[in-house]
Every structure is written in C-alpha cells, then in structure tokens.
C-alpha cells in the first residue's frame, strides 16, 4: 500500500503529486485498468507474450549499446 507523509512545510499540493508518482511507480493505475473488464485466458498469454518480447528487445539494445 502506498502513504505518503505529510510534513508542516509541506504543501498538501507537493504530497499529492508524490503520492501519483508512487502510484504511477507501482503500477497500480495499470491493475485497476486492466482489471475493469474480464480478460480472456488467450489475451493474457498474448499480453505476457508481448511483454517478454519487449524486455529482451530491451535487454539486446542495452548490450549493444556497450559494445
């Protein structure tokens, strides 16, 4: 669960923008989009499928950045 604190010399403006970012880094805007609606067995392998293949794409660009 994600909290942030709020100090005296704080603006409640600043603590909220924190608290989107610490939302947006969790990911959680993401789960609750992705779980509004039913997602069928096929569209979640797809879905794995494609994210696997962006991570090495990922991984493979980051390699030949080196050499």
Known sequence: MVGVVVTEEEGLEKALKRFKSKC???GIKRDIKRQRAFEKPS??????A???QAK???RVAKRRKYY
């Open 24 to 26: 947006d880094k969790e």
């Open 43 to 48: 569209e979640k392998r797809r879905r794995k």
């Open 50 to 52: 494609r994210k696997a």
């Open 56 to 58: 090495m794409r990922k």
